[in-house]
């Protein structure tokens, strides 16, 4: 299924659909400040699971990344301090993966976990849909490898011809980006940028 929603002001019908599918154990692909995002709900294994399999991940092995709503959300899961909470408010919303040390609210399949990356992109629609949701959602961008066609990366239509078998719903917010976030590692005594994408630090 493709469902047309506008970033500027997503209608709340939509969202709330959107939302309802997640919290059934659906899969999505929604747009982010950056390349579109696959995910679903943290809370359901079973749809966290198969989101990796479909990203050929490893549960286990690759740091998984929570989109927030806000900071205030992040800090449910995630440890933050103070030095690093103003970094993270200097630059989010924004096109950033923060990796951080996770705490003893992860959902179960995630407590073997170390770490964690947190999102906070600029994008209403999937902002929207977190807080309508609860909690965040698990996200991993559509990207598999460097040949991937950059229209099957930023076309909404042709990204749910790519992925309509595999997810519930594809939801059209307008054309994406085509670079990836820029990823930051935080779980040391000081930020080290280990993946330069599309956002720069503050």
């Given at each position: 299924?493709?469902?047309?929603?506008?970033?500027?002001?997503?209608?709340?019908?939509?969202?709330?659909?959107?939302?309802?599918?997640?919290?059934?154990?659906?899969?999505?692909?929604?747009?982010?400040?950056?390349?579109?995002?696959?995910?679903?709900?943290?809370?359901?294994?079973?749809?966290?699971?198969?989101?990796?399999?479909?990203?050929?991940?490893?549960?286990?092995k690759?740091?998984?990344?929570?989109?927030?709503?806000d900071?205030?959300?992040?800090?449910?899961?995630?440890?933050?301090?103070?030095?690093?909470?103003r970094?993270?408010?200097?630059?989010?919303?924004?096109?950033?993966?923060?990796?951080?040390?996770?705490?003893?609210?992860?959902?179960?399949?995630?407590k073997?976990?170390?770490?964690?990356?947190?999102?906070?992109?600029?994008?209403?629609i999937?902002?929207?849909?977190?807080?309508?949701l609860?909690?965040?959602?698990?996200?991993?961008?559509?990207?598999?490898?460097?040949?991937?066609?950059?229209?099957?990366?930023?076309?909404?239509?042709?990204?749910?011809?790519?992925?309509?078998?595999?997810?519930?719903?594809?939801?059209?917010?307008?054309?994406?980006?085509?670079?990836?976030?820029?990823?930051?590692?935080c779980?040391?005594?000081?930020?080290?940028?280990?993946?330069?994408?599309?956002?720069?630090?503050?």
């Open positions: 299924m493709l469902l047309k929603v506008y970033p500027e002001n997503p209608n709340p019908r939509d969202i709330q659909r959107v939302a309802e599918i997640v919290r059934n154990g659906g899969i999505v692909v929604f747009p982010t400040d950056t390349i579109y995002g696959l995910g679903c709900d943290i809370f359901n294994a079973k749809a966290v699971e198969k989101v990796c399999k479909i990203k050929g991940l490893s549960p286990e690759n740091v998984l990344s929570f989109i927030c709503h900071l205030s959300q992040a800090s449910e899961f995630a440890k933050i301090d103070n030095q690093t909470f970094l993270l408010k200097q630059n989010l919303p924004g096109p950033f993966t923060f990796i951080l040390n996770g705490n003893s609210k992860l959902p179960r399949m995630f073997n976990k170390k770490n964690i990356g947190i999102r906070i992109p600029d994008n209403n999937i902002r929207e849909l977190v807080t309508e609860g909690n965040p959602i698990m996200t991993t961008s559509i990207r598999t490898t460097e040949e991937d066609v950059v229209e099957y990366l930023s076309d909404p239509e042709l990204i749910h011809e790519k992925y309509r078998n595999l997810v519930d719903l594809v939801i059209d917010g307008g054309y994406g980006n085509i670079e990836p976030s820029t990823v930051v590692d779980t040391d005594d000081e930020p080290i940028i280990t993946r330069q994408g599309i956002g720069f630090l503050a």
